[in-house]
């Protein structure tokens, strides 16, 4: 009761860019890396729960998902059992970290969670370097590989995800990686520093992370990615295009729409070979296509499996006592396998194993890329998806490599990429997820930022004389106040005269 009181007294901080809750101080954000200007204060919702038994609670794996979820049945239940069972030989730590520091090496002890005494104080038995082969729910038992069991009253799923890496010929060659684990990650950084010549498969953000760490290292890097651009799903063409431009300048050379056939090499790797025949010197592979949901072990228990683990809005399987949550959970058809849901939803579990109620809701999370001298933030809509009115608005930039463009449904701005210049990125989280008109975006902006402040003008039909007012709009007939001239759909017609947009000239 005395560390709840003392964890309420502290003023915390939302990390904007990830969704990570800090203590107010913390200088860098220990998922993402950003600094204190990505953060804004954060009041903790405390759950008024309580229920203290002699219940055993197993949480499997010891990932962010099953941390969050003893932390929250400890916070309701001070006496009951916590273990947490994972193979891992560390203490949890922050895996989004792992390409995020790799050039200069990554450490346990400054990518750690919790320090040892944190599970002793909150009397959470962690039990690692251990890997769970079976769970029993008839007889509600969690075997181990090395033939320890345990019994449980509720089980909490928690097995994340492994890498995923395509059957090529040459996987398994010696010099190829894929980066889940601190092991990995140290792997890649050995291997790149006696390595010329490196090929990261897949040009997503890890992939890209990756790829500027290796080349950091002094390697010649190629990324080689299977969609017509990197990042396709995240951010828009532009954005993307952009984005590869400063990769090029950066040393790293990208090779879109790029299949790749095989990694060639008897003992070692020596190249890989795309479809195309075209071959890319390698010393070393790291393959970055993905992820798979640790789903085997719930299969073989009866626990129903989708894509991942199905779950309810409470974390709750098929079977009862048993819950899911982070990377192995599935939530309405999505397996999202970002740090901060995989958090949320370990928390939900707990909540809920304990006899709280608390629903899962997904956020909207935006995307960041940190690395070629640049920065990236993305968030919701990247302006592709078919059928929407979706317009792109493109400001001033203060170098060629900085872009600012933002997405609007009906002048509402669902959606925003910044490259470069992202110090407006708390305004754009509020404007997307509060679904704000463009024009209150700007007026909200900073107001020694000009750049992205715009000059409300006036239009008139050179037919009719109709005057279109920009900071008035047309609100009778759908166009919000501050929708700019040159948003107005290319249809639109003048409401006197039905002249067409090029009818009309600045006042
Ligand atoms: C390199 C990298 C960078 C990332 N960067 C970001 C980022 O910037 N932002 C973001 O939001 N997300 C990022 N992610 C994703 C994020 O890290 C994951 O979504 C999150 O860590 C998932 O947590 P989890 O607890 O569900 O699973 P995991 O972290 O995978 O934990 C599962 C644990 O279970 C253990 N386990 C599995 N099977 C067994 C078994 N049979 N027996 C015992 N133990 C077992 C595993 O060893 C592991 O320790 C990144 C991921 C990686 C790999």
């Not at 890396?33 to 919702?45: I, Q």
């Not at 790799?102 to 690692?128: A, C, F, P, R």
């Not at 640790?294 to 409470?314: F, M, P, Q, W, Y």
């Not at 792109?392 to 509402?412: F, K, R, W």
Request: charged share 25%; proline share 4%; net charge negative.
């Amino acid at each position: 009761m005395e560390a709840e009181t003392g964890v309420l007294k502290k003023k915390y901080v939302r990390c904007i860019v990830c969704g990570e809750i800090m203590e107010e101080g913390t200088l860098i954000c220990p998922v993402c890396g950003v600094g204190p200007d990505k953060f804004v204060p954060y009041e903790p919702e405390t759950s008024g729960y309580h229920n203290d038994t002699k219940e055993v609670f197993i949480i499997l794996g010891q990932g962010i998902a099953a941390l969050s979820a003893a932390t929250a049945i400890r916070e309701r239940n001070a006496t009951c059992g916590i273990l947490m069972i994972g193979e891992e030989n560390e203490l949890p730590y922050n895996r989004p970290m792992l390409t995020k520091g790799m050039s200069g090496g990554v450490s346990e002890e400054t990518i750690l969670v919790h320090d040892k005494q944190w599970y002793e104080e909150q009397n959470i038995l962690l039990l690692n370097g251990k890997k769970i082969s079976a769970v029993y729910p008839d007889k509600k038992e969690i075997h181990l590989q090395d033939g320890m069991a345990f019994m449980y009253d509720k089980c909490i799923y928690a097995l994340g995800a492994v890498s995923f890496v395509p059957p090529y010929k040459g996987s398994h060659l010696p010099e190829v990686v894929a980066v889940r684990t601190i092991q990995d990650a140290k792997k890649v950084r050995e291997l790149a520093l006696v390595s010329k010549k490196a090929v990261v498969i897949g040009g997503g953000i890890l992939g890209l992370e990756t790829a500027w760490e290796i080349c950091k290292l002094g390697c010649e890097v190629c990324v080689v990615e299977m969609a017509p651009r990197i990042m396709p799903r995240q951010i828009g063409p532009e954005t993307s295009q952009k984005l590869s431009e400063i990769a090029k300048a950066s040393g790293i050379t990208i090779y879109t729409a790029a299949t790749v056939e095989e990694i060639t090499g008897i003992d070692h790797t020596e190249a890989i070979r795309l479809a195309d025949g075209t071959l890319l010197p390698a010393d070393m592979v790291v393959v970055s296509c993905g992820i798979r949901a640790n789903t085997e072990i719930a299969a073989d228990a009866g626990i129903a499996i989708g894509r991942a683990v199905l779950t309810d809005s409470n974390m709750r399987t098929n079977i009862s006592d048993i819950y899911a949550c982070g990377d192995c959970a599935e939530f309405e058809g999505m397996n999202y396998a970002l740090w901060t849901e995989a958090s949320q939803m370990g928390k939900t579990a707990g909540a809920n194993a304990c006899g709280d109620l608390i629903q899962y809701s997904s956020d909207l999370y935006p995307v960041t890329f940190h690395g070629m001298n640049t920065t990236l933030y993305a968030i919701g809509d990247n302006g592709c998806a078919p059928g929407t009115k979706i317009r792109t608005v493109e400001g001033s930039a203060n170098s060629d490599n900085d872009l600012e463009l933002y997405y609007l449904d009906q002048n509402l701005v669902v959606g925003a990429a910044l490259l470069g210049d992202t110090k407006n990125a708390s305004l754009v989280e509020e404007a997307v997820k509060g679904k704000k008109q463009f024009n209150e975006l700007f007026l909200n902006k900073n107001s020694n930022n000009t750049k992205g402040e715009t000059k409300m003008e006036k239009y008139i039909c050179n037919v009719c004389g109709y005057e279109y007012d920009e900071a008035k709009g047309e609100p009778d007939n759908g166009i919000a106040p501050g929708t700019k001239f040159a948003d107005l759909p290319a249809d639109y017609v003048c409401p006197i005269c039905g002249a067409g947009k090029d009818e009309f000239e600045k006042a």
